[in-house]
């Protein structure tokens, strides 16, 4: 007994439905289904019409895989280039500033160097004003025990002694005048240089901040060779950075390092340039 139409119309269906299910679904599903969709409709679908699909589909997948696998090389290439100029640009950051550090320690030992040369001539230049002017000066008589001569250092103290004792009580103006005396009558003492800047200190103490910067800037032109000249030109570095004259400041702190790196003040000077370019 010959098969109806019907059975081998159902016979000839199952194949193509077994080949429809091997086909990996999550990839090309709408390709091989239509492709196997016309076939089936074409009443012609066979083993070998399967198998061609499936190599069309496979050769497709492997271009596909060829072509991930080359944007992932062409990103991996990418990748190392950008890695390589990163560390090119750390490298040559780290050198320059390396530079940098060099320069800058050269410099401060040229300013040292040159520091201890001006200290060095403002010395000699005090010195010989110095024996110019006792040179210049008539012979001293001799005084009685009890009275000290007028340029005699025993004035010269008790001037100081006087003007830091109004000082202290407050009376600027009275302390400014025996300061002032001294520096009149007793400009070559010891003690002449503190008295300038004790002079200084009382404008500062009325709020007169310009004329104390101008009597602290006298200190060092004065008395250039001496502890007192640091000393005044790093109070006038305070003294204009509460003002908020930063640039006045840090002109002030570097005159301290350049003119005078050995002194203590040096140091600080150096601390408060530090802090200063932090603003």
């Given at each position: 007994m010959q098969p109806s139409g019907a059975a081998l119309q159902g016979r000839a269906a199952a194949p193509r439905r077994r080949a429809g299910r091997a086909l990996p679904a999550w990839r090309h599903a709408f390709l091989g289904g239509t492709a196997i969709v016309a076939l089936a409709s074409a009443?012609?679908?066979?083993?070998?019409?399967?198998?061609?699909?499936?190599?069309?589909?496979?050769?497709?997948?492997?271009?596909?895989?060829?072509?991930?696998?080359?944007?992932a090389e062409q990103n991996r290439a990418l990748m190392d280039s950008v890695r390589q100029a990163n560390e090119l640009m750390l490298r040559v950051r780290g050198e320059l500033g390396n530079q940098l550090v060099a320069l800058e320690r050269q410099l401060i030992q040229i300013q040292e160097?040159?520091?201890?040369s001006q200290q060095q001539l403002a010395s000699l230049r005090q010195q010989v004003t110095s024996r110019q002017q006792q040179l210049a000066a008539p012979p001293a008589m001799e005084q009685p025990a009890d009275e000290p001569a007028a340029g005699s250092g025993a004035g010269a103290e008790q001037l100081y002694r006087a003007g830091m004792e109004q000082l202290r009580r407050g009376n600027t103006s009275v302390a400014r005048q025996a300061f002032a005396q001294l520096m009149r009558d007793h400009l070559t003492h010891e003690l002449a240089?503190?008295?300038?800047?004790q002079l200084a200190e009382t404008f500062y103490l009325e709020r007169s901040y310009d004329r104390a910067l101008q009597e602290l800037e006298r200190v060092p032109e004065v008395f250039p060779g001496t502890p007192a000249a640091p000393r005044a030109l790093y109070r006038a570095g305070?003294?204009?950075?509460?003002?908020?004259?930063?640039?006045?400041?840090?002109?002030?702190?570097?005159?301290?390092?350049?003119?005078y790196p050995t002194s203590e003040e040096s140091a600080t000077a150096r601390e408060k340039l530090r802090r200063l370019s932090d603003r």
């Open positions: 009443g012609c679908a066979t083993k070998r019409d399967v198998r061609d699909v499936r190599e069309q589909m496979a050769a497709m997948q492997a271009r596909q895989d060829s072509l991930f696998r080359a944007l160097l040159a520091g201890q240089p503190e008295a300038q800047l305070v003294i204009a950075e509460e003002q908020g004259n930063i640039p006045r400041a840090r002109s002030y702190f570097q005159r301290v390092i350049s003119g």
